[in-house]
């Protein structure tokens, strides 16, 4: 039987211009567009050519304009500090309007690039819809990333003006984030015009005279901006991700056709409508925040909640049912990690008890792989649908999902359903051609990508060919491998490089190791991801000291931790690194990585034909069984 799902993906299949022009009448446009889809520079596709408008508009004045002003936009639940404060559409766009007036007084327009540093405050979210009112483009750097991370991006988006907090707050400390921004700064070769500080009352920072501005300066009689229309094609925003080194890729997203995606994304796959509450526990900082905590909820005209909290521990595994009850959140997002954090701390699920949770119908996970136990412990706790579903920072918006708003098809657990209308998903071979149903594959998608994707890299057309296009000629390469089923079910087993998934947090492990190889002692070393209950997967380095080095190794170890810390950020949760003598290697000298997987993950392997000496193994095996890994080895 047809289903309403393959009807809406056949179309977008088979007029993807008709289809997409559809759903762009659901915004509000300055000036229509000339061209849907503009393929005049293939591979480099653009939605939406000749069209003006502004991303801010259609997310917040859009709907105060049809009289919407009094519903609640923006709801800030900070469980660190026991706040909660409401916004209404109204509130927050005369909030952001001043905060564009207030950046326009400091130079800020139009293409100007704006770097947002920030907690998960509501200044936050206001600052990136003051960006997109202005046609500034932002690029939001996620907290638990250390100074060096933000050199990097410091350097690459060139920013006129920093906006960032003066602290974070996690469980158990404050994270002075002046000190790390005072050192990106000191790192980069660019240096910004301004930075604004916002001082939060858990600790004040010092300022830099002539450079640094606080928040409230800034902001006091500051005129309110209008929206600035763009280009549909213009950039809205640059957000750094992980690549397989340690330089970290720049994906843009552009202003029509990401607005277009996103508003389409909300009822249709999350079954949401204007008025209801949504609430995507994940940081500004990330791709999810981006999409889910700002822009979808907002251009649909929703309430969209800001939690500052985790999900245990502040201050227990009732912390998510407290913010679903509380607020009336109809679909909740978050990561399979944070589910997995609460099975841990309360198995029977008593917590939810405690809790009115009648108005949640929808629990959606993504971010990682969600293991079919995790998805059924949370479906039978919580009496929900609970939607696996598969995206990348690149393509902000989900690639593959159970589409809620078309009609929920039959969940099987492993897999985030099916293609999403205007993906066109592939397992291809090394040839290109696709695999037969059920072999596993390089997961591709065929060009044109819809809306929303990005359409290049921040400054780099060239890096965006290689990593992305150059592959599978005509295909975009997801770099994750995966199949699908005779029923047209997409299976995402995890990926081809060198990322890693660490609580939801993609990480780069060739990142890792460049900061390895930075320390005097090491000769050589190797990183890899390997399976953790909670986080899904944790980095573990292998170093092989320099000859004559005669320091004790737990002191190298030490200052390794330490290293990775200090130069990538905390959020790598890199805890553990072993000296070992020889690291496994083939005959022509490439690391054989993904065998120490399997033996640190106590699966079974294959002796690599092809191995330099096999003994190795046996070493790394007992330097693993020593750090409390490949315990149970078959
Ligand atoms: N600023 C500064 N530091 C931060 C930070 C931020 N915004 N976010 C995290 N960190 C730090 C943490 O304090 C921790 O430091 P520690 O090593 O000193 O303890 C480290 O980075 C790792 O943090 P995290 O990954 O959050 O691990 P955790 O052990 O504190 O919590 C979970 C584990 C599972 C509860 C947590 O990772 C979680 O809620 N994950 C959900 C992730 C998510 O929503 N991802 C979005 C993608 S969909
Ligand atoms: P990010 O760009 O941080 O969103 O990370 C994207 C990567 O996370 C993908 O390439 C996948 O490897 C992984 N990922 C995200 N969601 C899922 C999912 N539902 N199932 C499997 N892997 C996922």
């Known amino acids: 039987m047809r289903t309403q799902y393959d009807d809406t993906y056949a179309r977008s299949m088979r007029d993807p211009q008709g289809f997409w022009a559809a759903a762009a009448e659901d915004l509000y446009w ?21 069209g ?12 105060i304009d049809r009289g919407r002003g009094k519903q609640r936009a923006l709801i800030y639940d900070s469980a660190m500090t026991g706040t909660i404060k409401t916004f209404t559409y109204d509130e927050l766009r005369d909030e952001v309007a001043r905060l564009a007036g207030a950046l326009r007084r400091l130079g800020v327009g139009k293409g100007d690039r704006v770097l947002i540093y920030m907690p998960m405050v509501p200044e936050g979210v206001m600052a990136m819809l003051a960006c997109a009112r202005l046609g500034a483009v932002h690029s939001v750097v996620f907290g638990g990333f250390a100074s060096k991370e933000l050199a990097k991006r410091i350097d690459d988006a060139k920013p006129k003006v920093i906006l960032a907090g003066s602290c974070g707050l996690e469980v158990n400390r404050i994270v002075s984030y002046k000190p790390l921004l005072d050192g990106g700064i000191e790192l980069s070769r660019h240096r910004p015009d301004r930075c604004v500080i916002l001082q939060r009352p858990q600790e004040r920072a010092a300022l830099v005279k002539g450079r640094d501005l606080d928040w409230d300066d800034f902001m006091a009689g500051a005129p309110a901006a209008e929206c600035v229309p763009v280009a549909a094609t213009d950039p809205l925003y640059i957000l750094y991700t992980s690549g397989t080194t340690g330089i970290p890729k720049g994906v ?23 008025g209801e509450v949504f609430w995507t526990s994940s940081d500004i900082g990330w791709a999810v925040g981006h999409s889910y905590i700002v822009y979808g909820p907002l251009l649909k005209g929703c309430t969209s909640i800001l939690y500052e909290g985790k999900p245990v521990g502040t201050p227990d595994p ?31 699920g008593t917590h939810m008890g405690k809790y009115d949770l009648s108005r949640f119908r929808t629990l959606f996970l993504a971010g990682e792989r ?21 995206w990348q920072t690149e393509t902000a918006w989900p690639i593959a999902a159970n589409c809620v708003g078309l009609g929920m098809l039959p969940v099987k657990p492993g897999s985030p359903t ?17 695999m037969p149903p059920g072999e596993i594959g390089s997961i591709a998608i065929r060009l044109p990508l819809p809306p929303g994707c990005l359409p290049t890299l921040w400054n780099n057309d060239v890096g965006y060919e290689t990593s992305y296009l150059t592959k599978h000629p005509g295909y975009y390469l997801t770099s994750d491998a995966g199949y699908k089923d005779g029923d047209g079910y997409v299976y995402i087993m995890g990926r081809v490089d060198d990322i890693i998934n660490v609580a939801g947090h993609r990480l780069s492990t060739g990142g890792m190791e460049e900061v390895l190889a930075g320390h005097p002692d090491v000769a050589e070393c190797a990183v890899v991801g390997v399976a953790d209950d909670v986080k899904g997967e944790v980095p573990v380095g292998f170093v092989v000291t320099k000859a004559g080095v005669s320091r004790p190794d737990g002191e190298i170890v030490k200052e390794l931790i330490h290293r990775i810390r200090d130069q990538i950020g905390p959020v790598a949760a890199f805890k553990t690194a072993i000296v070992v003598q020889r690291l496994p290697k083939t005959r022509s000298g490439k690391i054989l990585r993904g065998t120490m997987k399997k033996i640190a993950d106590s699966q079974e392997y294959t002796l690599p034909a092809t191995i330099d000496d096999p003994a190795i193994l046996g070493e790394i095996t007992e330097a693993l069984k020593g750090a409390g890994y490949a315990k149970e080895r078959r």
């Open 318 to 348: 009732g912390a998510f049912w407290r913010v679903i009850s509380q607020h009336g959140a109809t679909v909740f997002f978050t990561a399979p990690t944070a589910f997995r954090a609460v099975k841990k701390e309360d198995p029977q």
């Open 52 to 63: 003006l408008l502004n991303t801010c508009y259609n997310a917040l004045d859009f709907h």
């Open 418 to 434: 099916k293609p999403v209308p205007g993906y066109d998903v592939r397992a291809l071979s090394e040839d290109n051609t696709e």
């Open 370 to 390: 969600c293991d079919p136990d995790t998805l059924l412990w949370a479906r039978n706790k919580l009496g929900v649908p609970v939607i696996d579903h598969w």
């Open 30 to 50: 300055e000036r229509r567009w000339d061209r849907v889809l503009d393929d005049s520079r293939a591979p480099f596709y653009q939605w939406f050519t000749g």
């Open 252 to 274: 843009v997203h552009d202003n029509g056709g990401h607005g277009v995606a996103l508003k389409w994304s909300m009822q249709n796959i999350y079954g949401v409508g204007t």
